[in-house]
């Protein structure tokens, strides 16, 4: 990671992946800045958890062309020069907080849930290009889950963000892959243990499922992270338009005869 620069959105408190991405990135050589909405700025603690690594944490609500290309501007700056990496690490849902149940969503929600957590990321690429603000063999990544493939009952319209957060990074993937050799993938990630994952109804129950049902249980948010770094290295640069699952084998799985008889 050593001499790469990039921009790590999503991370609100400790429990956030971003913010084991970014950690961990920094660690390894990178230099980053990190990113979340201005309300989190106020709620969480990216700030302060910014400066313990040594970097400039820049608000910018992900649904805001204006705010992103502020964004964009001022990690060329800080970075000194284009970036090589982004994480997109964003997802809302107002229907899931109030836990409105599937047939009673309200829509004007759901759009919204499809504004921050999925167009947000075609935002972020189009104006990554409309900046010029990559480099060549750049890395561009999102975090998905499964309820994009299979039904998950309480997952809400997040399951059609995901989906639609899938295909647009294979949609941008073809784009950035042509114009600029920049690959976009998403890693679809095991449930775990943060404010958006934990805000699931029936998580806890869900969680010790999953943990059941995959061979090598549920992936935690630190192995989450090495799999984005590494997504972001030299070793993966022919990766590209791909939905990675990072599950323990739990999307591979039909049934588990230890589960069915407990
Ligand atoms: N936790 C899980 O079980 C799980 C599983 C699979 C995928 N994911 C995905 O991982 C990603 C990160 O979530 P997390 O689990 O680390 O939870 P988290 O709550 O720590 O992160 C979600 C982030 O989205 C940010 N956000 C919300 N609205 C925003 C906006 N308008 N602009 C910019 N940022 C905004 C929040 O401030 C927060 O930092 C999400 O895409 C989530 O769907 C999570």
Same mark, same amino acid.
């Given at each position: #990671?050593?001499?790469?620069?990039?921009?790590?959105?999503?991370?609100?408190? =400790? !429990? *956030?992946?971003?913010?084991?991405?970014?950690? $961990? %990135?920094?660690?390894?050589?990178?230099?980053?800045?990190?990113? !979340?909405?201005?309300?989190?700025?106020? #709620?969480? $603690?990216? @700030? @302060?958890?910014?400066? *313990?690594?040594?970097?400039?944490?820049?608000?910018?609500?992900?649904?805001?062309?204006?705010?992103? @290309?502020?964004?964009?501007?001022?990690?060329?700056? +800080?970075?000194?020069?284009?970036?090589?990496?982004?994480?997109?690490? +964003?997802? #809302?849902? +107002?229907?899931?907080?109030?836990?409105? =149940?599937?047939?009673?969503?309200?829509? @004007?929600?759901?759009? $919204?849930?499809?504004?921050?957590?999925?167009?947000?990321?075609?935002?972020?690429?189009?104006?990554?290009?409309?900046?010029?603000?990559?480099? /060549?063999?750049?890395?561009?990544?999102?975090?998905?889950?499964?309820?994009?493939?299979?039904?998950?009952?309480?997952?809400? /319209?997040?399951? /059609?963000?995901?989906?639609?957060?899938? *295909?647009?990074?294979?949609?941008?993937?073809?784009?950035?892959?042509?114009?600029?050799?920049?690959?976009?993938?998403?890693?679809?990630?095991?449930?775990? !243990?943060?404010?958006?994952? *934990?805000?699931?109804?029936?998580?806890?129950?869900?969680?010790?499922?999953?943990?059941?049902?995959?061979?090598?249980?549920?992936?935690?948010?630190?192995? %989450?992270?090495?799999? %984005?770094?590494?997504?972001?290295?030299?070793?993966?640069?022919?990766?590209?338009?791909?939905?990675?699952?990072?599950?323990?084998?739990?999307?591979?799985?039909?049934?588990?005869?230890?589960?069915? !008889?407990?």
């Amino acid at each position: #990671m050593k001499g790469k620069k990039g921009i790590i959105f999503g991370a609100l408190d =400790e !429990n *956030s992946i971003a913010w084991h991405v970014a950690r $961990k %990135c920094v660690a390894e050589g990178a230099k980053i800045t990190m990113t !979340n909405a201005p309300v989190a700025f106020r #709620m969480g $603690k990216i @700030e @302060e958890m910014a400066a *313990s690594i040594g970097a400039v944490a820049i608000p910018a609500d992900a649904t805001s062309i204006t705010d992103l @290309e502020n964004l964009f501007q001022e990690s060329m700056k +800080i970075l000194d020069g284009k970036i090589d990496f982004v994480l997109h690490s +964003i997802g #809302m849902s +107002i229907n899931i907080r109030k836990a409105r =149940e599937y047939d009673d969503i309200n829509h @004007e929600w759901m759009l $919204k849930t499809f504004d921050i957590s999925a167009i947000s990321f075609h935002k972020v690429m189009q104006t990554a290009v409309k900046l010029d603000a990559m480099n /060549e063999w750049g890395s561009v990544l999102a975090l998905s889950y499964i309820a994009a493939q299979r039904t998950f009952p309480y997952y809400g /319209e997040m399951a /059609e963000s995901k989906a639609l957060l899938e *295909s647009f990074a294979r949609s941008f993937g073809y784009h950035l892959g042509k114009s600029k050799k920049i690959r976009v993938n998403t890693i679809s990630q095991s449930p775990t !243990n943060t404010t958006a994952g *934990s805000g699931v109804k029936g998580f806890e129950y869900f969680y010790k499922y999953t943990q059941n049902m995959a061979p090598l249980g549920n992936a935690d948010a630190d192995s %989450c992270a090495d799999y %984005c770094m590494m997504m972001f290295t030299d070793l993966t640069r022919m990766v590209t338009m791909q939905n990675l699952f990072h599950d323990g084998g739990f999307s591979s799985m039909g049934m588990d005869p230890s589960i069915m !008889n407990s």
